[in-house]
Every structure is written in C-alpha cells, then in structure tokens.
C-alpha cells in the first residue's frame, strides 16, 4: 500500500505541472495612440466611447499607450518609434499617420482620419490599402464649394476672402477652393501659415488686403491653435468658417461646416476591432466621410454685426444661442 501511496504522489507530480503549462495566460492587447496635441482630447474620448461599445474596457480588456506632441511635430517620428519599441499591437494615428507610417511597416495603423492617403503614401488606393494602414479619411473635394457657398450667402456682398492654409496640408485644398471662388466672382487669397507666431501678420495683411471673409482650412496644426485663431478673426473683425466644429462649440468662431470628426474617430474603433480579432489592414478599405455637420455661433454673429439668413441657419446641425 505504501508503495502504491507512493506512485499516486509521484503521478501528480508529474501532471501538476503539465497542468499548469495548459493553461495559456490571456494576453490584454494594446493601443498605442499617437497624437499632435495635448489631452484632455475630445477626439481621442469619442475613439475610446467607440471601443466601450464593442465591448472593451481600459484596463481590463485592453490598455492603451498615450503619446502627445503637445504642438511640437517633431516629436512625432521619435514618440512613433517610440510606440513601435513597446510592440503595440495597433497604433491609432491621424494626423500622425505619415510619422507613424515611417516608424513601422509591419504595426497595423489605423487612421482615424487622414488628408489624401494616396498622396501622402500611407495607402495604394482607398478600395485595396495593401500594406500595413487603413482607417478613415475627412477627405471630400465638396467642401471647399460648400465653404464659399455659405460665405457668400451669408455675406452676399463679399469679393475678397482670405484663406488660412498650412503648408503642411494637402494644397488640393486652395487650389479647389480657388475654383469654387471664381465661380462665385470671389478673389480668394491664400495665407500659407505653418508656425504660431505667423498667425498675426496673416492676419493683418489679409485685412490689409481688403478681404472680407476667411477661410481656414483643415489642419491638425490649425486645430491646436483654434482658440488662437478664433482671438484674432475677432480682433481683426473678419466672419470666418471653419472645416471642424470646435472652432465654433468650444473656441466662439462664427460658423464651422465640415466632417463629423468625432463620428470618425468612433468609427475607428471598429477597424481596431476587426484588426485585433485577426483582419488584415491590407484587406480594409479606407472609408470616406458621409456626414458633415454646420454649425453656427450666433454670439459671435452678433458681435460682428451680422445677420444670418435663415436659409443658412435653416441648414444648421446646430445654433449657438
């Protein structure tokens, strides 16, 4: 019996621990989000509300690597590579994507929202990505028209606008806005701006210029100086309309028509989904933007002793009071 007793103790031993090794631990996987600003980002909470309805939660399920530019693009390359050393398993970057692009070929990127991905090398069409980023883009060669269109209604007198561009952007957007311009018998003005402190002499010489409107266009740099930029249209008294509705809801500005940046960056969480569970982003088309919003800041029209038609507010997503 006691050699028996013996045997059963020497058995257990040997199965304890093949017992053990059978059960493979569970590994959380992580996202690395790589962005040109500062928290607290709106855009970054509607991409994590995104998640929290497919099921995952920070923390328990999934964990996420924050890396914030703060403003200062050059940064960027060295907090992708950054991301790239801790083997995330996806890194989620818009504006960022190129940086993020030229760290890794190999991390799956997902694009909340991009410019031209084509141009900018981050995909080989829209249909069939086919490497290592898909997503999203804001891209929509209507909004420029729709930008002067609403100009012009709502300032029917207008000749001259100035548009606010970054040289970093994809310059198809003046040369469309030029069109749409012309059409209208409007001179448009172009304002190439890519650093903070060139925003005031911008500014002083497109009213210099007699323009009566601005324009500016979508930039990730633009929109970490909104509030800037919304100060001096103030100051230098010129309506303004932006391509994102914070300029408007959260900075004052006059009135913003645009993509709905925030339905993007939910939806963007899906990609991270089908990536994780075993898609390819080779295999995921880049999607294009069906909704855009306009919304207008009736403080700010009244401060600038103007009168919106109700044509244009009767377009309006949404009305300041």
């Known amino acids: 019996m006691r050699r028996i007793g013996l045997a059963v103790v020497l058995a257990l031993s040997l199965v304890a621990p093949l017992a053990g090794e059978a059960q493979p631990t569970t590994k959380v996987p992580r996202i690395g989000i790589l962005r040109p600003g500062?928290?607290?980002?709106?855009?970054?909470?509607?991409?994590?509300?995104?998640?929290?309805e497919l099921g995952y939660a920070e923390g328990r399920n999934i964990s996420i690597?924050?890396?914030w530019a703060e403003g200062r693009d050059e940064r960027l390359p060295s907090l992708a590579a950054d991301l790239v050393r801790l083997q995330v398993d996806v890194i989620?970057?818009?504006?960022?994507?190129?940086?993020?692009?030229?760290?890794?070929?190999?991390?799956?990127?997902?694009?909340?929202?991009?410019?031209?991905p084509v141009k900018l090398g981050l995909v080989a069409s829209l249909a069939r990505p086919g490497g290592n980023v898909t997503g999203l883009t804001s891209l929509s060669k209507e909004l420029p028209g729709k930008w002067m269109e609403l100009l012009k209604e709502t300032?029917?007198?207008?000749?001259?606008?100035?548009?606010?561009?970054?040289?970093?952007?994809d310059p198809s957007q003046v040369r469309i806005t030029e069109v749409a311009a012309g059409s209208m018998g409007v001179r448009v003005q172009a304002?190439?701006?890519?650093?903070?402190?060139?925003?005031?002499s911008?500014?002083?010489?497109?009213?210099?210029?007699?323009?009566?409107?601005?324009?500016?266009?979508?930039?990730?740099?633009?929109y970490t100086q909104r509030t800037r930029l919304v100060e001096l249209a103030a100051k230098h008294r010129l309506p303004a309309i932006y391509a994102q509705r914070e300029f408007v809801v959260g900075s004052g500005g006059l009135m913003s028509y645009?993509?709905?940046?925030?339905?993007?960056?939910r939806r963007a969480a899906t990609y991270v989904d089908k990536i994780l569970k075993g898609a390819k982003p080779?295999?995921?088309?880049v999607e294009q933007p069906t909704k855009f919003e306009l919304v207008i800041n009736m403080k700010t029209a009244k401060a600038l002793g103007l009168t919106i038609p109700p044509s244009v507010l009767g377009r309006a997503d949404q009305v300041i009071e």
């Open 282 to 285: 080779a295999d995921l088309p």
């Open 65 to 67: 690597e924050y890396r």
């Open 202 to 222: 911008a500014f002083t010489e497109s009213k210099k210029n007699q323009a009566g409107a601005l324009i500016v266009l979508g930039s990730p740099f633009f």
């Open 258 to 265: 645009g993509t709905d940046f925030h339905s993007l960056f």
């Open 92 to 116: 989620v970057a818009g504006a960022a994507a190129v940086a993020a692009k030229k760290a890794t070929d190999v991390i799956p990127i997902v694009m909340p929202t991009s410019g031209d």
């Open 155 to 169: 300032l029917p007198r207008v000749s001259r606008v100035a548009v606010l561009c970054d040289p970093a952007a």
């Open 38 to 52: 500062s928290p607290p980002d709106p855009l970054v909470e509607a991409f994590r509300q995104g998640l929290h």
């Open 191 to 200: 304002l190439k701006v890519g650093r903070p402190d060139g925003f005031e």
